[in-house]
């Protein structure tokens, strides 16, 4: 995984820790590393020992945003490849079957931040900041699903504005999710990974697939579809015998869930 080496990875008990990985440029984007981002992920689509994955950079920065040295295309195929590889890099994180969270310290910048806006949980560590400079470069930034996050008033004052704001404000408006304690980021999200991973990884995809289609259907059409997941997953025999261990543990008269 990652060919181009903009990034590394782990695997422990259901969670895969991904850490974008340019030091020398602040993990600013690149095609390369968003190629290595699809690739990287997409090993673990499939993999039932993955339940959650958590992005990061370091405990200084996620991302600086764009790496303007990108925009020097040689020619039209790197032009081209570098469109093909942002579209496919953010597609990955919007498509993804499984719950992804973003770890970000401080610089959340640009395309940065819109890697944590695609991620399905972000927390903070106090020093990160919030911000899309990018359209004071004439550049636009994805408006969806941020604007389904915080809202439209708050993402017009943050894409039309390019201004930037810190942890405390970004948790008041719903940007992200937590304010780790300092030099505990890493922590609280492989934490966070860890409680989603305590059950099946079928359970999780589905649970994950359910909140995404669910937010486009009429309360009638997603209860329907909300019952057909919880049948379908009765029958899977790992699910009926966690039920039945649960039920010897605390007696037949519990009926929780």
Known sequence: ??????????????VATVYLDRPDKKNALSTELFEDLV???SAWRQDDSVAAVVITGTEDYFSAGLDLD????ASEADRLRWYDATYYGYLELLEYPKPTI??????????GCDIAVFCDI??????????????????????????????QSQAKLLVLTGRRIDANEALRIGLIDQIAEQGKLLETAQGIAAEIAATTTQTVVR???????SWAMDPMAAYVYGHVQYRDVHWNPEISARMLNARSKVGSGNRNG
């Open 1 to 14: 995984m990652a060919k181009f080496g903009t990034m590394r990875s782990e695997v422990k008990d259901g």
């Open 39 to 41: 690739e990287t992920l």
């Open 70 to 73: 990108t925009m020097n295309w």
């Open 102 to 111: 973003a770890a970000v310290a401080g610089p959340t910048f640009g395309g």
């Open 122 to 151: 972000r927390v903070s560590n106090p020093n990160a900041k919030f911000g899309f400079p990018q359209v004071r470069f004439g550049l636009t930034p994805f408006v969806d699903p941020l604007q389904r996050i915080v809202g």
């Open 207 to 213: 649970t994950t697939e359910m909140l995404r289609r």
